[in-house]
Structure formats: C-alpha cells, structure tokens
C-alpha cells in the first residue's frame, strides 16, 4: 500500500554536506507524518528528525539540531532530509519512516507504520 524508497547516501568528507530523498506513494502519504532514523553498525535505531502534517511543525535529536533540516514537497509526495557540517559519527544507515496520524510529531520508532530499506551515508575524516 505504502512504499518509501531512500535515495542519496553517499561517500563524504568530515564539513561536508549531503541531501537525503524519501519518495512516498500511496494516496495519503502527504498527510502523514515523516520522519527519518539512522543505525550505525551495532548500534541501536536512532531518532533523527520528524515533520508533521499539516503545519509543518519539526523536531529534531539534540546530536543534529542545527546541522539537519528536514522538509517536505507535498506536492511529490517527496520529504528531505538536508545534512549540513557531517561528522565521522553520522555515518549509519539513514532510514525514511511514515506514521499515519500526522497531527503530532514523535521521537518512538514503534509509533511508525511505513519504512523504507534505508541509504548508506559514509563520512570520513
């Protein structure tokens, strides 16, 4: 029904910057809620950064707050995730998740319904 696909990892210096894509299909997905995750090798999923519906409204981890933006085009059903001033530690595997109700933003990853298969991003010292 739903089916999120992540697009532009990639291999990048330490200072560098790097824009993430999440395409959403399915009739509804502009109204959900999008947020984007991350896992590292043996480490545990990781709360990034959501954008709800319909205001726009955004919340972000604490370890990106102004490097990361995340936005939105509604009309292509599209959600961003722009990356600013990487560092070795954001590398992981970056993972695009929709929740249905998307009147609130929130941080659990078990409040998500709809994920993607995750894009790689690398970045070197």
């Known amino acids: 029904q739903v089916q999120l696909v992540e697009s532009g990892g990639g291999l990048v210096q330490a200072g560098d910057s790097l824009r993430l894509s999440c395409a959403a299909s399915?009739?509804?997905?502009?109204?959900?809620?999008m947020g984007w995750f991350r896992q590292a090798p043996g480490k545990e999923r990781e709360f990034v950064a959501v954008?709800?519906?319909?205001?726009?409204?955004?919340l972000y981890a604490n370890s990106v707050k102004g490097r990361f933006t995340i936005s939105r085009d509604m009309a292509k059903n599209t959600v961003y995730l722009h990356m600013n001033s990487l560092k070795p530690e954001d590398t992981a595997v970056y993972y695009c998740?929709?929740?249905?109700?998307?009147?609130?933003?929130?941080?659990?990853?078990?409040?998500?319904?709809?994920w993607g298969q995750g894009t790689q991003v690398t970045v070197s010292s």
């Open positions: 998740a929709a929740r249905r109700d998307g009147s609130a933003y929130i941080r659990p990853a078990d409040e998500y319904d709809y």
């Open positions: 399915g009739r509804y997905v502009n109204t959900y809620a």
């Open positions: 954008i709800s519906w319909p205001g726009g409204s955004t």
